[in-house]
C-alpha cells in the first residue's frame, strides 16, 4: 500500500513557476514509475509527465520544455517544476504510482496503482 500526499499549488500569473510535491508512504517507493496527471473543469485526466524507477522521464507535448518531473528516493517524493506556465495549465494536478508499467502504460491513467488527493493550480492571464 502507497499513500501520496501532493503539496505546492496555488495561483500564479501567467509566466510564474510552481512547484509541485508529492510525498509517498511506504519502503517500496523506488520501485515505483511516479506519473503526474491533471484535470480541468469538464475535461478529462490527461497525462502530464512521468517518471520511472531508473529516472527515465516523459512528457506531454503541451509541457515539454516547461515542466521538469524528479524524484528524491531517501525522501520518498516527486517532485514536478512548473515555469512558463500558462492559463491552460488550471487544473486539479495529481500524482500517482505505478509498480508494474511499460513505457506505454506510464501515459494511461488507468494503468497506475496508487492516486494522491490532487491540489489546485490556477494560472491567472
Known amino acids: 500500500q502507497v499513500q501520496l500526499v501532493e503539496s505546492g499549488g496555488g495561483l500564479v500569473q501567467a509566466g510564474g513557476s510552481l512547484r509541485l510535491s508529492c510525498a509517498a508512504s511506504?519502503?517500496?517507493?523506488?520501485?515505483?514509475?511516479m506519473g503526474w496527471f491533471r484535470q480541468a473543469p469538464g475535461k478529462e485526466r490527461e497525462f502530464v509527465t512521468a517518471?520511472?524507477?531508473?529516472?527515465?522521464?516523459y512528457y506531454a507535448d503541451s509541457v515539454k520544455g516547461r515542466f521538469t518531473i524528479s524524484r528524491d528516493n531517501a525522501k520518498n517524493t516527486v517532485y514536478l517544476q512548473m515555469n512558463s506556465l500558462k492559463p491552460e495549465d488550471t487544473a486539479v494536478y495529481y500524482c500517482?504510482?505505478?509498480?508494474?508499467?511499460?513505457?506505454?502504460?506510464?501515459?494511461?491513467?488507468?494503468?497506475?496503482?496508487?492516486w494522491g488527493q490532487g491540489t489546485q493550480v490556477t494560472v491567472s492571464s
Open positions: 500517482a504510482a505505478d509498480l508494474n508499467y511499460y513505457s506505454a502504460s506510464l501515459q494511461v491513467w488507468s494503468e497506475y496503482d496508487y
Open positions: 511506504g519502503r517500496t517507493f523506488r520501485h515505483y514509475a
Open positions: 517518471i520511472t524507477r531508473s529516472g527515465s522521464t
